[in-house]
């Protein structure tokens, strides 16, 4: 492909996918899956408009590196100190079961395979990819409910941003181990140190950013180099550290998460994303995605995989949640809320197939989630809610 013809292409991605995106929105459904779903229709799967290319590779990286910087930035530090541990054991137990729970659906499909074998580290990675949790709808949801700043929206909203750091850490691990002659340890070790370094580089990159934002508040300078760390840290932490970059990049947001600007550096990225190389992104998922191994074997599995993915948040955020004392109907509305799928799922599932540990056709799974758990939790906790008070008032009225 030439130059000529990607200007092209991402013309036609950037239409179709905002279009789509709005008419997901219309039907009440994050605007990802009409993204998605465009980039489905301009693949080989239906009309073959665009054909992926090395070009929309690098802005989907981008914009996945973009993403996940967002998402640090979006990090509430004192909040996620404050729900203590209760928030944390939900959310470890969160990762813990889908974890299990999808690599015994892939051995149960596709064979049992040695601790350490490729077949093994794929059956692990597609039980990465239901460790992650997107709550998007959930706030959504819960806001529309006026339950958002009630203590089980608050353990919510806590457990998911401790299960993203979670789910990022095991994504880590998971391509560390994906080479059976790796020692374990040294995967271990890189991990620690890339933490040691991001923590020292990290307290003096805020101190470095709280002069200047101070010095320049609402500037753009600010932001420019707020994003220039962000691929400075994604570079060196697959780089120097065979940490995957996405990680680099959620822990450059988190470092500068608590500047009073960090709202504004937030917005400013967002703008660049919104507009190019995040439609690239998830319109590449779809152009990825194919069904030339589609069978009925490979359906009852795509099934089953969004059964085990949702049951197994339920079944380990809910249970959790009631042994910490809380009531059973008020489990029930951690564990769905904690049920939801979105852009982490599919930034796990992108850096999975890059790294070998997943086939295409599985997109068709990971899609299916997103779209069962966006239609599905709103209906679930409405109806876990009816005829309840609403927190929110109440709180404000104290």
Known sequence: MDRIEFFRDLAIIIVVSKLM??????????????????????????????QQSDYLALIAEIGVVMIMFEAGLGTNIRELLKTGPKALLVALVGVFVPLVGGALLYGAFYGFSDFGTEEFMRGVFMGTIMTATSVGITVETLKELGHLKGRIGTLIMSAAIIDDVIGIIVLTFVIGFKDPT???????????????????????SYYLFKAIDKKYPHRRRVPIFGFALCLAMAFAAETFFGIADITGAYVAGIVLCSLNDSDYIARKVDINSYMIFGPVFFASIGLKTTFDGMNASLLLFALCFVAVALLTKIIGCGVTARLLGNSGKDSLKVGVGMMTRGEVALIVSQKGLSEGLMEPKYFVCVILLIIVSS??????????????????TALAAE
């Open 375 to 392: 239609v599905a939790t709103p209906i679930v906790l409405k109806l876990l809610y009816r005829g309840e008070e609403k927190s929110d």
């Open 182 to 204: 790796e020692n374990p340890l040294s995967v271990v070790w890189s991990t620690l140190l890339f933490l040691v370094c991001a923590l020292g580089v990290g307290m003096l």
């Open 21 to 50: 995106g709005l008419g997901a929105q219309k039907l009440k459904a994050p605007s990802v899956v009409g993204e998605i779903i465009g980039g489905l229709l301009l693949g080989p799967c239906v009309f073959g408009i665009v």
